[in-house]
């Protein structure tokens, strides 16, 4: 039987061993597993496929304690800002910005970029990594104002933080950016790269297009940033990169940066990087310090459970992923009239929308986001407490995704995953 006692902002009242619906072993624990499926190593991520969402990934690999966040910028950070030989409006507005010192993977990779060499970066989400090659990309515009950069992204939200991470790091500074996104006025987009921005950001498939109507001309451009390359190969964009960088020139400095590298991966690298320089700072698990356990619930309950979840004024706030658009309106209809601020995030709302519910969801204007996964990746939002998934993602590196939006910087944070009982 469930435990009604409630839960505080931890575990602690999620149950022991034997509280029935909450349960707390360890992941990679072999017991609960089924015979045949799962192959013995307690690490594996897969198993055989199922129909539906998520019902391939081990229950374990959703249960695991937090660690406390180990500091390694203490041994391994060799340079300050100042080092790297800024423009000193630049270095003024980092310091305006509060950085102190550079993360690992800022560390190595901004002396590469400023040597114009092509890089692949692999690192976890969260580690300052927009910053890696926005600083020396700007400094080079600074030096050469002739520089034109381009920089995709896989969803719009990511697109859009890269944007305001490059902003943060120009006022004062003659830096022009543009936005290239699906879900926004394609006429608006227009005119801001007919002004020839030193940086277009934008999506595959929308910088695809405009290429294709002759608004972005893409042998002007010398400089490619590929972010988060894995997730953009996940969602089926092979065809529009390759169509992408096959008409930008040979002679140009191409960033990679990536969570994972696989056999996909693998092959844009050795097609389209020269020489690339590996930086890895991959040192522990992006969710490791996040408290993850799970909910056994039967599906006609799962509504139910997630507002008796979410009565619970310890969950600050809260981020609720669901598989399907119609299934997160749902969810946000329901928990609405129950009383709760909340709202909705997907594919299927307007640009506009989609920016007002993020800045809600920022200004605590709302304390429930629900979404699909255009959340999982790009919404950087530090004071997110918890993430509970009310439907399995589809796979292990979309839960790693959508729980690392808990948990960020030092915070500890705590993800609960709802599976069948």
Not at 27 to 52: D, H, I, M, V
Not at 253 to 273: G, R
Not at 293 to 298: E, L, Y
């Amino acid at each position: 039987m469930y435990n009604n006692s409630k839960p505080s902002s931890g575990f602690k009242n999620f149950g022991s061993n034997n509280s029935g619906n909450y349960r707390s072993r360890q992941a990679g624990s072999s017991s609960g597993t089924r015979r045949g499926w799962f192959k013995n190593k307690p690490t594996t991520k897969w198993a055989k496929p199922k129909r539906g969402f998520g019902e391939h990934i081990d229950t374990a690999m959703f249960i695991r304690k937090a660690t406390p966040v180990v500091t390694i910028e203490e041994t391994v950070t060799v340079n300050s800002f100042a080092d790297f030989g800024f423009d000193q409006t630049l270095l003024a507005n980092v310091v305006t910005k509060g950085y102190i010192k550079p993360t690992p993977i800022q560390d190595k990779v901004i002396t590469e970029v400023m040597q114009g060499k092509d890089v692949l970066g692999i690192a976890n989400t969260g580690t300052g990594k927009t910053a890696a090659f926005a600083l020396p990309l700007i400094n080079e515009i600074l030096k050469n104002p002739g520089k034109r950069i381009i920089i995709l992204a896989p969803t719009r939200e990511l697109a859009q933080q890269i944007k305001q991470e490059f902003r943060t790091f120009t006022p004062g500074l003659r830096v022009y950016i543009a936005l290239a996104i699906g879900g926004a006025y394609m006429r608006e987009q227009i005119i801001d790269i007919k002004r020839d921005p030193q940086v277009i950001i934008g999506t595959p498939g929308r910088i695809k297009d405009l290429g294709e109507r002759r608004v972005i001309n893409f042998s002007k451009l010398n400089t490619v940033v590929l972010d988060e390359v894995d997730r953009m190969l996940d969602m089926g964009f092979i065809e529009d990169i390759r169509h992408i960088m096959n008409q930008i020139p040979k002679e140009r400095q191409t960033l990679f940066f990536s969570a994972t590298v696989n056999k996909k991966v693998e092959a844009l690298i050795d097609t389209l990087l020269t020489s690339p320089v590996k930086i890895s700072v991959k040192t522990q698990d992006s969710s490791s310090h996040v408290e993850q356990n799970i909910v056994q619930v039967a599906r006609h309950e799962k509504e139910a459970k997630l507002h008796e979840l979410l009565e619970n004024q310890d969950l600050k706030k809260v981020l609720v992923f669901g598989a399907t658009q119609s299934m997160v309106e749902r969810l946000s209809v329901g928990l609405s009239t129950k009383g709760h601020k909340v709202a909705s995030l997907h594919g299927g709302k307007p640009q506009h929308k989609r920016q007002a519910v993020v800045r809600m969801f920022k200004e605590n204007v709302i304390r429930i986001l629900v979404a699909t996964d255009v959340a999982a990746r790009g919404l950087d939002i530090a004071d997110i407490t918890h993430v509970i998934n009310f439907d399995k993602p589809n796979n292990y590196d979309d839960y790693c995704h959508r729980i690392g939006r808990t948990g960020r910087g030092d915070a500890t944070g705590y993800a609960l995953t709802f599976v069948d009982r």
